[in-house]
Nanobody
């Protein structure tokens, strides 16, 4: 099981920016999947952005052009830069990784609230 530590959520006005960080307890180089999901009140958890094993990035259509996923292998970390935030981006954001031979691990979640 991989332990994940998330940070960077908060309250921001529409049009603002936030950067989420997720640090894993082990080397991330071999992970099959690493990235972010989110869950808004009353809605199902959905993909935001993830790296594949071959470092391809999948973005949800709703965040393309506004969010940027990046990683630092030396720090076992993945980051989500969120720009031009909208009220509909309000959700709990969860880091997710899937290491080879495991079923996947979730972080505890960090709240992002976009409101004026």
């Amino acid at each position: 099981q991989v332990q994940l530590a998330e940070s960077g959520g908060g309250l921001v006005q529409p049009g603002g920016s936030l950067r989420l960080s997720c640090v894993a307890s082990r080397n991330i180089f071999s992970f099959n999947v690493m990235g972010w999901y989110r869950q808004a009140p009353g809605k199902e958890r959905e993909l935001v952005a993830t790296f594949t094993r071959w470092l391809e990035i999948n973005y949800a259509d709703s965040v393309k052009g506004r969010f940027t996923l990046s990683r630092d292998n030396a720090k076992n970390a993945v980051f989500l830069q969120m720009n031009s935030l909208k009220p509909e981006d309000t959700a709990v954001y969860y880091c997710y990784v899937q290491a080879p031979g495991t079923t996947g691990s979730w972080g505890q979640g960090t709240q992002v609230t976009v409101s004026s």
